[in-house]
T-cell receptor, first 114, second 110 residues
Framework: GPKVLQIPSHQIIDMGQMVTLNCDPVSNHLYFYWYKQILGQQMEFLVNFYNGKVMEKSKLFKDQFSVERPDGSYFTLKIQPTALEDSAVYFC????????????FGPGTRLTVL | GQGVEQPDNLMSVEGTFARVNCTYSTSGFNGLSWYQQREGHAPVFLSYVVLDGLKDSGHFSTFLSRSNGYSYLLLTELQIKDSASYLCAVRWPNYNVLYFGSGTKLTVEP
């Protein structure tokens, strides 16, 4: 079936550094999402993105977070600067449109902030 | 988030069945999805329900009662490989945002 890819699978960085998480969504999908899952806890919505704009974001999407998809390349989540509480697995998802129920998820990027 | 609740763990026996329950806040409800997630892997979509009743998809069936804010995922003829976490996610009518429960870890024993 359609697959969402995420690069890298793991990332370890020092607190205060910048990190960029990359997502390659399903090719014909138009809506993109980031979710955050802290170990042992539920997956939580961060942000969704359509037509070059953030459509909805949660309170977890701090000012240090930004998303973009320049020229149809990777859909990225940038955190600058990082904090210890940003350590989590970040899942990217995509869907055909906002009326389509199925979101396809990537395998996640495990981010560890030291 | 948004009051989506699931039991943490569930155990069952190979060849029998398992029912994974999910309750949610009914305000603004616009559909509910079930995902399977194995450790270290992406959640995999199983089913989406928006109307009351039982939706039979073979190995997986899903039930919804909107007035009670309740859904379940029913797995029949369990196999060892069905051991995984099952996530309930409620969709509210704002750009297809999913609010997940904490997931139920199903263990299928021989």
């Amino acid at each position: 079936g359609p697959k969402v890819l995420q690069i890298p699978s793991h990332q370890i960085i020092d607190m205060g550094q910048m990190v960029t998480l990359n997502c390659d969504p399903v090719s014909n999908h138009l809506y993109f999402y980031w979710y955050k899952q802290i170990l042992g806890q539920q997956m939580e919505f961060l942000v969704n993105f359509y037509n070059g704009k953030v459509m909805e974001k949660s309170k977890l999407f701090k000012d240090q977070f930004s998303v973009e998809r320049p020229d149809g390349s990777y859909f990225t989540l940038k955190i600058q600067p990082t904090a210890l509480e940003d350590s989590a697995v970040y899942f990217c998802a995509s869907s055909l449109d906002d009326n389509y129920a199925e979101q396809f998820f990537g395998p996640g990027t495990r981010l560890t902030v030291l | 988030g948004q009051g989506v609740e699931q039991p943490d763990n569930l155990m069952s026996v190979e060849g029998t069945f398992a029912r994974v329950n999910c309750t949610y806040s009914t305000s603004g409800f616009n559909g509910l999805s079930w995902y399977q997630q194995r450790e270290g892997h992406a959640p995999v979509f199983l089913s989406y329900v928006v109307l009351d009743g039982l939706k039979d998809s073979g190995h997986f069936s899903t039930f919804l009662s909107r007035s009670n804010g309740y859904s379940y995922l029913l797995l029949t003829e369990l196999q060892i490989k069905d051991s995984a976490s099952y996530l309930c996610a409620v969709r509210w009518p704002n750009y297809n945002v999913l609010y997940f429960g904490s997931g139920t870890k199903l263990t299928v024993e021989p």
